[in-house]
């Protein structure tokens, strides 16, 4: 170590903080130098004013459960922010899919999810229209594809009663019972006319016990 | 000029060299509670704070002389202490990274003010606030004066002086800590004490060498 670099590391000696053999370098240069024991003086007198208490300066009046404070509010925050992270990575998520498409995929995007919205508009619009009635058996269709009508069945008639007489008048049943026991069925292209299907379910001694035109 | 923005913490550098020669045992303590911090320990946090609080507030009010901005930045540190606890490595002494983040703080907390007081690292001569015609004067009026300039430096040179003097940390301590090379942190302590000579001239007295 030279003079110069031994004379950089005299603020450290007078602080006390140099490794033991940057610290006997210094003080073998000291032996030698007037000059440098006079700087060390110098530094001797800084070293103790720096640490000296200063008239005037504040007193530390903080206290632990400031801190404590501080950290519980940043938890917090960041309880808040972690609880909105996964939706806005998905929003970032599409934001950056967004802007990254070409203009024709967003426009395509863009058609679809429209198409997509109009889709579900029209099958809620149609769940609302079917839901004034209960389907029991068949299908239920919103627009009636034959004629409909009342029937209450004989409570001793059997379920293969009940499928033979419908199967004769191709018909089906598409809603019931109600309360008074009356179910609505419905024919299909086959059968004749509704008149000659009410004659057959009234000839149906033991099966039917009533038979009408639904709402009459 | 002013400071650039600087990492948060020493620990993130090049492994410090040797540490303090003085200290190692309260180093090693403060190891210690900074690893139990890390297993959210109030009681070692607490004992961290005793420590540290009154020591970050000085060091950040003789940079800022703003005595409510230096109780936030003791309250940042601590805070970041709490979070950080767990990536501290134990590559860099406890006070080079506490006094890292301190140092941090309370530049972030003093952006955008004037960071300067007097000139930055030239060697200009700091006025003596009470100039006396007398070659000695008694050790307490010399002691004020030399405080009195020393409050003049330049926060640069300030910080170099608290932590050099005040703190006891060596000069590879100051650099990881002020993020500079070595030499760095030596032409600083060396600017300012150019900077108060014409005073330690007038204080000391010519030759005072015995």
Same mark, same amino acid.
């Given at each position: 170590? /030279? ?5 950089? /590391? ?22 030698? $130098? ?20 200063? &008239? ?8 632990? &459960?400031?801190? %404590? ?23 970032? %998520?599409?934001? /950056?899919? %967004? ?50 009508? $009342? ?52 000839? $149906? ?12 | ?7 948060? @913490?020493?620990?993130?550098?090049? !492994?410090? *060299? ?7 045992? +309260? +180093? ?15 009681? @070692? ?8 609080? @009154? ?8 940079? @800022? ?15 970041? =202490?709490?979070?950080? +606890? ?7 002494? !406890?006070?080079?990274? =506490? ?29 003596? !606030? ?45 650099? +990881? =800590? ?10 600083? =302590? ?7 000579? *014409? ?12």
């Amino acid at each position: 170590m /030279n003079r110069d670099e031994v004379r950089r /590391n005299l603020p450290w000696y007078a602080a006390g903080s140099l490794a033991p053999e940057e610290a006997a370098a210094v003080e073998a240069e000291l032996a030698r $130098s007037p000059d440098l024991r006079r700087e060390l003086k110098e530094w001797q007198a800084i070293e103790s004013a720096a640490a000296a208490p200063r &008239a005037g300066e504040p007193e530390f009046r903080g206290h632990v &459960a400031q801190a %404590w404070a501080r950290i519980e509010a940043d938890e917090r925050t960041e309880r808040r922010v972690q609880a909105r992270a996964p939706l806005a990575e998905l929003g970032a %998520w599409l934001r /950056n899919t %967004w802007l990254a498409m070409p203009v024709g995929g967003r426009v395509a995007l863009a058609v679809q999810l429209a198409l997509i919205l109009a889709m579900g508009a029209t099958f809620e619009l149609s769940q609302r229209a079917e839901s004034g009635f209960r389907t029991l058996a068949g299908s239920a269709s919103t627009t009636p594809a034959g004629p409909r009508l $009342s029937v209450a069945f004989e409570p001793t008639a059997t379920e293969a009663q009940l499928r033979a007489v419908l199967a004769g008048i191709d018909a089906e049943i598409i809603a019931g019972p109600t309360p008074e026991q009356l179910y609505t069925i419905e024919l299909h292209g086959r059968s004749a006319s509704a008149e000659a299907a009410l004659r057959q379910l009234r000839a $149906s001694r033991g099966v039917v016990r009533f038979a009408a035109r639904d709402g009459e | 000029m002013g400071f650039e923005a600087v990492a948060l @913490s020493p620990e993130l550098g090049e !492994p410090e *060299p040797a540490a303090a020669p003085r200290g190692d045992e +309260a +180093a090693d303590e403060d190891v210690r509670l900074i690893a139990a911090v890390a297993r959210r320990d109030r009681r @070692s946090f607490e004992r961290l704070y005793t420590k540290y609080a @009154s020591r970050v507030f000085r060091f950040a009010f003789r940079l @800022s002389r703003d005595q409510g901005k230096s109780e936030e930045v003791v309250n940042d540190v601590m805070l970041e =202490i709490w979070k950080s +606890a767990a990536e501290f490595a134990g590559r860099s002494a !406890p006070s080079t990274w =506490i006094f890292g983040i301190a140092r941090h703080r309370t530049l972030n907390a003093l952006r955008g003010r004037t960071l300067y007081i007097g000139d930055s690292d030239e060697a200009a001569e700091v006025a003596d !606030p009470a100039p006396s015609p007398e070659a000695r004067v008694d050790g307490g009026r010399m002691c004020e004066r030399l405080q009195a300039a020393l409050d003049r430096l330049s926060v640069e040179q300030r910080e170099v002086i608290e932590l050099a003097f005040v703190e006891g940390l060596n000069y590879r301590q100051i650099a +990881a =800590i002020a993020k500079c090379p070595e030499n760095t942190v030596k032409t600083r =302590i060396f600017h300012a004490k150019k900077k108060l000579e *014409p005073l330690l001239t007038r204080l000391l007295g010519e030759g005072g060498e015995s």
